[in-house]
């Protein structure tokens, strides 16, 4: 027999102190949870894109010379040399690179006064080789007759240079 409760007793209310604890605890957890998620995915996204960006490389355009073929100044006792080298022009977009083929004779013109000024032994060594390129670079960034604007070379690369 089930004994009932008679209406002398009291019935104890149910607390509402457990109810809070847990709200509370899963909220902080919740927050807790968007904090970590905040930190380490979009930060550390906001990280690696940034740094993805610095990494993407400029497109590089490559505009290849035809062969140069030049005497060299004489050496005091050496006999007659020459030079034959291919010089690659690095720019840093296509339409640099339709400016410089467009200006091609003025182009090869300022390189083969600079290759035929020079003696055998100023351009046999590396030393000799950066100067050259140094040089170039300077004479080929230089704005064409006609024009203000200079052209934006990155880089003179040699693919051939055979000195005889």
Excluded at 81 to 98: C, H, K, P, R
């Amino acid at each position: 027999m089930a004994i009932a409760p008679s209406e002398d007793q009291p019935v104890k209310p149910k607390s509402k102190k457990m109810l809070f604890i847990i709200i509370g605890v899963l909220l902080v957890l919740a927050l807790g949870g968007g904090a970590a998620y905040y930190f380490l995915v979009v930060k550390a996204g906001d990280k690696s894109s940034e740094s993805s960006k610095s990494k993407v490389p400029e497109i590089q355009v490559f505009v290849p010379l035809e062969i140069f073929t030049v005497n060299l100044r004489p050496e005091a006792s050496e006999p007659q040399q020459y030079l034959q080298t291919m010089i690659n022009l690095q720019v840093s977009s296509e339409e640099t690179a339709a400016a410089l083929k467009g200006r091609m004779p003025e182009l090869r013109n300022r390189i083969l006064f600079i290759l035929t000024n020079k003696k055998a032994s100023e351009i046999t060594s590396v030393d000799g080789k950066n100067a050259l390129i140094a040089e170039i670079t300077e004479q080929v960034q230089k704005p064409f007759s006609g024009s203000e604007a200079e052209q934006k070379i990155t880089g003179v690369y040699f693919t051939s240079f055979i000195i005889q």
